[in-house]
């Protein structure tokens, strides 16, 4: 691999540059909620989703506090998991092109595609940074033990 692209793939800012935008859908969504809590509420209520209020004000603390975990690096593993579980429950409730007809059913089933492709994007987040968080560990220890890892040539 090219030593410019190592060097990119191994920085702080390109990492958490890649959550905002893997997290993009989320946080804008959840955004746009709060921007227009009559319309998240309409929209709770349009999919029959009620008490619509409470459910829109879980949806946005779910798509804002999800995303700002991945983000900041603050316990990612559960902002990953929350959206990955929030997105995997759109499906048979939104997304439930099984019992569509037509274009609407071939709609529906594209998006509940891509909503499997992003939960998927999502675990290797929570995988990605629990690996990280256990090598930061493991240097800790070995630093505080003032022992010397092998570091081959």
């Not at 060097?7 to 905002?20: D, G, K, M």
């Amino acid at each position: 691999m090219p030593r410019f692209l190592a060097r990119l793939l191994e920085s702080v800012l390109f990492t958490r540059f890649a959550l905002v935008v893997l997290t993009f859908c989320f946080w804008g969504s959840g955004l746009a909620k709060l921007a227009d809590f009559p319309a998240a509420v309409a929209e709770m209520a349009f999919f029959g989703l009620q008490p619509a209020a409470p459910i829109a004000v879980l949806v946005i603390a779910t798509q804002l506090g999800g995303s700002l975990l991945l983000i900041t690096g603050i316990k990612p593993w559960l902002g990953a998991g929350a959206l990955g579980v929030f997105t995997a429950l759109t499906i048979p409730l939104v997304h439930h092109f099984w019992s569509l007809e037509g274009e609407a059913a071939i709609a529906h089933f594209h998006t509940a595609t891509e909503h499997v492709t992003v939960i998927g994007g999502l675990m290797v987040a929570a995988i990605l940074s629990h690996r990280l968080q256990t090598a930061r560990n493991a240097a800790i220890v070995t630093a505080a033990s003032g022992a010397t890892r092998y570091q081959p040539a």
